[in-house]
């Protein structure tokens, strides 16, 4: 991929990775990625982060198209993906400074053995002249490491955020052009990375309510020409709103649990109530984050197996406490044959979450008329708990 300027005298260098199929071998990407690096040109030219080191080539042959002496690597996040290539590129620039805050520098040398008199460290708020053009720090710590950071172009009025606002994206366009398009990847994205840290990212938000800001260029994605269909998205993301949706991981070996589920999921209709279920064999993981972001309950359904939950369900709730999600109320159902402590050890598993428990619906082999009723009672429950939230 080429350059494409993003500005008369801003330029992307990056790189999109269109095969892309897992990221961190856990987050599956059905649409792809790219890891964007720019050029701010000046007198003094900056590069904004580097690329994933599977592309270091494209990036470099981008920096030889563009044919601009980088002075400053300015490195927003420690994570191979963004700081991978800064190696390759201190070889070809080794007069270069790489330019960071004091928590990704100690990381930068720790991951990826950068010499440590390559460093220039900046403070929140620091300035640093190209010439014409000034960049401007800003600590945004926690999205989604302790030493996350964004860089401001005054004069241009654009905003670097690295990963925060970002999609796992390939496209071809530079710029996002039907904010449709990215919704879903920039809030799989959100749900995967940021969720667990919807309080910083309140506070970034507002910050950046108070700036001036045209463009806002991230590290994964296409750039946005206009902040507010993004920065509005993830304040909707972030509030405390939840919205009248059950979310429902399950798992079952025999079917038992399979038909409390099937029975779970018609009661929930018949109350009005959005159910979202997850097969937890083939269900991709990315879906099961996106529906934690609004969902006001999540109920897990497991079968007992070796005297505990599902290895499946134990993935799955682990995975929900891990992501922290907003919802309020949590429950578990599923079968047992002769005795064990599934419920426990997923109620357990799950404490990260700040929920009310509802009553859970355990059944001895396959769920009788009597079992059904319960999980009425239980759909009951949470079409009341959720009116007394008015949803
Ligand atoms: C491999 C395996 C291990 C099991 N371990 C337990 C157990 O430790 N305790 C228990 O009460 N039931 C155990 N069971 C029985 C199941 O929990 C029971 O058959 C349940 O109804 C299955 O639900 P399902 O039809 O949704 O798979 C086990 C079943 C299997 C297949
Ligand atoms: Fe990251
Ligand atoms: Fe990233």
Known sequence: MGVRPLTEDIFQVGSIDWDRTLFDELIPLPDG???????????????????????????????????AEIEYIIAHHAEQDHSGSIPAVLDIYPEATVVTNPKCKTLLMEMLHIPEDTFMTVGDGDTLSLGEKTLEFIYAPWVHWPETMFTYVKEEQVLFTCDFLGSHLATSQLFVEDMEEVYNPAKRYYAEIMMPFRTSIRSHLEKLDSMEITIIAPSH????????????AYKEWVSDAVKNEVVLPFVSMHGSTRDMVDYFIDALMRRDITVKPFNLTTADIGELAMSLVDAATVVIASPTVLTGPHPRAVYAAYLVNALRPKCRFASVIGSFGW???????????????????LEPVLVKGHPTEKEFKMLD???DQIYKKHKDITI
């Open 221 to 232: 994605g296409p750039v946005y020409d206009t902040p507010s269909p993004i920065t509005d």
């Open 339 to 357: 005795g064990g402590k599934m419920v426990e050890m997923l109620t357990q598993s799950m404490q990260n979450l700040h929920v009310e428990f």
């Open 377 to 379: 009672i239980l759909a």
């Open 33 to 67: 990625t790219s890891y964007n690096a720019y050029v701010v040109t000046d007198e003094r030219c900056a590069l904004m982060d580097t690329v994933d080191p599977t592309k270091t080539h494209e990036l470099l042959a981008n920096l030889t198209e563009l044919d």
